[in-house]
């Protein structure tokens, strides 16, 4: 059992990406999800949170422009990133607890790079 992100790149400022984050094996339930970030340097830092009960919460510099959404069907979630600016550059990470065949805690992925030019 893993999560695996991707999606992300190199954008311009003011574009868009949509990271994924998907849950592989044989999944019962997939929980309290999350991106974060860390740039270069700093700390790692709360992104967007999606909650058991379906609601969200956002660091004050992304409100607005980013969106965490899943799909449940497919136990994958995803953090749709518009208006993007050069200090969203980090490396993403996802997070969720999960309740599978051989596990049953939180998992991070391998974390995905996002670099947004000038």
């Known amino acids: 059992v893993q999560l695996q992100a991707s999606g992300g790149g190199l954008v311009q400022a003011g574009g868009s990406l949509r990271l994924s984050c998907a849950a592989s094996?044989?999944?019962?339930?997939?929980?309290?999800m999350g991106w974060y970030r860390q740039a270069p340097g700093k700390q790692r830092e709360l992104v967007a949170t999606?909650?058991?009960?379906?609601?969200?919460n956002y660091a004050d510099s992304v409100k607005g422009r980013f969106t965490i959404s899943r799909e449940n069907a497919k136990n994958v979630f995803y953090l749709l990133m518009n208006s993007l600016k050069p200090e969203d550059t980090a490396v993403y990470f996802c997070?969720?607890?999960?309740?599978?065949?051989?596990?049953?805690?939180?998992?991070w992925g391998q974390g995905t790079q996002v670099t947004v030019s000038s």
């Open positions: 997070t969720a607890f999960l309740i599978a065949r051989t596990l049953n805690g939180r998992l």
């Open positions: 094996g044989v999944i019962y339930s997939m929980n309290d």
């Open positions: 999606l909650n058991d009960d379906n609601s969200t």
